[in-house]
């Protein structure tokens, strides 16, 4: 099993954003994929998670409203969007999936996302 | 929403045993896991929900959970396993991390 997320990004306050992590060796669509923020120096939050197989979603209620969680099945393919970046999402990125229980067996490399003007 | 506390900081010297606590409201009956992270490096998982080791994980790393407190132990700690380590739990409704604690061998 293996995670891939997409490169690092830069952005400027205000700008809209869209990161990825593609599986591949297994049925992506069978097992939910979580997001985890890591900000500079801080420990693991919890963003959310999806089921790519149907797209259900779920939010933590710090995260609701702020992201958005999406998944082209087809493409074996999850996303983390944002409409409007602000410096305090200045962050890594992880993408994990869950195990057959409730952890999560596979991480993603990570994705350094720097919001600065 | 459900909290995790972990203590910031675990000393132990190379060899002995090296105890990491995580603290939730019932988090015996909830399902625990924790995971270990170098600098610089994605985390990885060393204990799962059922207290088992994931392949590849040492043997000097176990788990038990009960009441409102999980463990992670680590015997015959090495140099290698200074990191961080975080614990997890799901609450049925969200997952939820620890704040994490950095365990120093020296």
């Known amino acids: 099993v293996q995670l891939v997320q997409s490169g690092a990004e830069v952005k400027k306050p205000g700008e809209s954003l869209k990161i990825s992590c593609q599986g591949s060796g297994h049925i992506f669509t069978n097992y939910w994929l979580g997001w985890v923020r890591q900000m500079p120096g801080k420990g693991l939050e919890w963003m959310g998670i999806?089921?790519?197989?149907?797209?259900?979603?779920r939010y933590s209620p710090s995260f609701q409203g702020q992201v958005t969680i999406s998944a082209d099945k087809a493409i074996n393919t999850a996303y983390l969007q944002w409409t409007s970046l602000r410096a305090s999402d200045t962050a890594m990125y992880y993408c994990?999936?869950?195990?057959?229980?409730?952890?999560?067996?596979?991480w993603g490399q990570g994705t350094l996302v720097t919001v600065s003007s | 929403s459900y909290e995790l506390t972990q203590p910031p900081s675990v000393s132990v010297s190379p060899g002995q045993t090296a105890s990491i606590t995580c603290s939730g409201d019932?988090?015996?009956?909830?399902?625990a896991s924790w995971y270990l992270q170098r600098p610089g490096q994605s985390p990885f998982l060393v204990i799962t929900q059922e207290n088992k080791r994931p392949s590849g994980i040492p043997e000097r790393f176990s788990g038990s959970n009960s009441g409102d407190t999980a463990t992670l132990t680590i015997s015959g700690t090495q140099t290698m396993d200074e990191a961080d380590y975080y614990c997890q739990a799901w609450d049925s409704t969200f997952w939820v991390f620890g704040g994490g604690t950095k365990l120093t061998v020296l």
């Open positions: 019932i988090l015996g009956d909830k399902y």
């Open positions: 994990a999936q869950q195990s057959d229980a409730y952890d999560f067996d596979y």
């Open positions: 999806i089921f790519p197989g149907d797209s259900d979603t």
